[in-house]
């Protein structure tokens, strides 16, 4: 008699293991997408997560990409227990094509959400420069369901594992391009418009360190013609140095938080010695409202 060959715990217990993982990164997605879809406030301990959270990349479809997240890890879940709830004894031909299939998904599936989380680790480093303790975890979780479903079985033919492997990375990579070529392009185009095109003078200048001493903030949005004419009143140079709060969360490193505390209905609205003051004013008013006591030759009137 031939002692049956013992299988590896990882084989016995990847799967459920699987499950577990996903189930925490699908409690997590779940709680961001009720908190975007209900506009409240994501509770973070770093203020980067408002930041990423409210980019345009974190929308696809007009829907918050944690939304699919949750999809993504629901259906790692199912893919991991499926084979778990039939009887090897009774239905062994059924487990064995049950564990086989979904072994495949399993791959595919921690493939696919491993490089679309490596693309949004660029995204957060090159472009919104911020950081998220939530799409960080979400990125750990991906790599180790990858992991475990590489190494959490034994697999007939590493030819056909490779070309999948291959195919949904492309896949996934060329999807991700395309589904943000339109945040791209409206960046570079938006960037290219609302590049001030004024100079400053001494005045401007002084005016705008003022404002940025006594605490003064600009509220605007960059679709926003006044607030980008209220910029063009101080000048490229004065307009860098002074307090502004983006609010449109379409737009990269937009703090709508901010603006939502402060109840802010328009924009500009500045906030001057704890008042606000809804639309464009001119840097006399300015002045005259944060107690400005230095020269006044504006030249951007």
Not at 164 to 191: F, H, K, P, W
Request: with cysteine; glycine share 8%.
């Amino acid at each position: 008699m031939h002692r049956q060959r013992s299988l590896p715990w990882i084989y016995r217990y990847s799967r459920p293991i699987m499950a577990g993982i996903a189930s925490i990164g699908a409690a997590i997605t779940a709680y961001l997408t009720a908190v975007k879809l209900s506009q409240g406030a994501v509770t973070c301990p770093i203020e980067g997560c408002d930041i990423v959270l409210s980019s345009p990349y974190a929308y696809v479809f007009g829907l918050p990409l944690s939304l699919f997240g949750f999809l993504g890890y629901l259906s790692m879940i199912v893919f991991a227990v499926a084979p778990l709830f039939v009887n090897p004894a009774e239905q062994k031909s059924l487990r064995s094509r049950l564990d086989s299939w979904t072994g495949l998904l399993l791959f595919a599936g921690g493939t696919a959400m491993t490089i679309f989380s490596g693309y949004l680790m660029y995204v957060l480093t090159v472009d919104i420069k911020a950081t998220c303790i939530y799409c960080i975890a979400s990125a750990l979780f991906a790599t180790s369901l990858f992991v475990l479903a590489l190494i959490g079985r034994e697999w007939d033919d590493i030819g056909q594992l490779f070309f999948i492997g291959i195919l949904v990375s492309m896949l996934v990579l060329i999807s991700s391009l395309a589904l943000y070529a339109d945040v791209n392009n409206l960046g570079t185009a938006r960037e290219t418009s609302m590049k001030t095109t004024t100079s400053s003078g001494t005045s401007e200048i002084a005016l705008a360190q003022h404002l940025k001493r006594v605490g003064a903030k600009m509220y605007g949005s960059f679709t926003c013609d006044h607030c980008q004419m209220q910029k063009e009143s101080f000048g490229k140079e004065a307009a860098g140095i002074f307090n502004y709060i983006e609010c449109n969360p379409q737009w990269k490193n937009a703090r709508p938080d901010l603006c939502q505390a402060a109840k802010i209905q328009g924009t500009p609205t500045w906030e001057i010695n704890g008042k606000f003051y809804q639309g464009q004013k001119s840097l006399k008013e300015l002045g005259d409202l944060s107690g400005y006591q230095g020269t006044r030759e504006f030249k951007n009137l």
